[in-house]
């Protein structure tokens, strides 16, 4: 157990609907993180948040967004589903950037788009 | 942050070491080396991570080759929840959680 927690665990949603996902960071940890893993694929960085703001963003089209909140815990929204945003949706969450410490994953979000 | 070289699968015998390889030959001065694991349907686990010393925690050994070119993970008795795929990954440390993942090596720890 890391103390990042995700919601929901499973997902089943429709070509051209948006889907929201949630992550609840670690106790004190202030650096959230989105990640991507396709089916037999590495995990592939979306964004990170600091301090409620973007600071940092992967290869993603905009139609990926996100949002942290004062108590840090964080949102993935992607509009526009398409068939191949099915995969496994991983939060992150650590101390500040600049920190010498290790990113602690959440179990996931398992995103099936039909 | 730079990119790194593993063999996509390898195999050990159960309470024997287990020697995972990793090449990052454009590794820069201020990159460190971090290695991960991800046991099926689970998030990454971190394991160690190191700068150019040699580090040792409770779960592995890291070994860092002097020129930090190339590095080895250690799991001294490997067990078979050890079964993974196992990610190095090379990245500066004001990067927060930004990490790229590579192939990782996929690791079967046989009885």
């Known amino acids: 157990e890391t103390g990042v927690t995700q919601s929901p665990t499973h997902l089943i949603k429709t070509r051209g609907q948006q889907v929201t996902l949630r992550c609840s960071s670690q106790s004190g940890h202030n650096t959230v993180s989105w990640y991507q893993q396709a089916l037999g694929q590495g995990p592939q960085f979306i964004f990170q948040?600091?301090?409620?703001?973007?600071?940092g963003r992967g290869n993603f089209p905009p139609r990926f967004s996100g949002l942290q909140f004062p108590n840090y815990s964080s949102e993935l929204n992607v509009n526009a589903l398409e068939l191949d945003d099915s995969a496994l949706y991983l939060c992150?969450?650590?101390?500040?950037?600049?920190?010498?410490?290790?990113?602690?994953f959440g179990q996931g979000t398992r995103l099936t788009v039909v | 942050d730079a990119k790194t070289t593993q063999p996509p699968s390898m195999d050990c015998a159960e309470g024997r070491a287990a020697n995972l390889p990793c090449n990052h030959s454009t590794i820069s001065g201020n990159e460190y080396v971090y290695w991960y694991r991800q046991i099926h349907s689970q998030g990454p686990q971190y394991i160690i991570h190191?700068?150019?010393n040699n580090e040792t925690n409770e779960m592995a050994s890291l070994i860092i080759t002097e020129d930090r070119k190339s590095s080895t993970l250690i799991l001294p008795h490997a067990t078979l929840r050890d079964t993974a795929v196992y990610y190095c990954i090379v990245r500066i440390n004001n990067a927060g959680n930004m990490l790229t993942f590579g192939g990782g090596t996929r690791l079967m720890v046989k009885p």
């Open positions: 190191g700068l150019k």
């Open positions: 948040y600091y301090r409620e703001e973007e600071n």
């Open positions: 992150a969450s650590s101390l500040p950037p600049g920190a010498n410490t290790e990113a602690f």
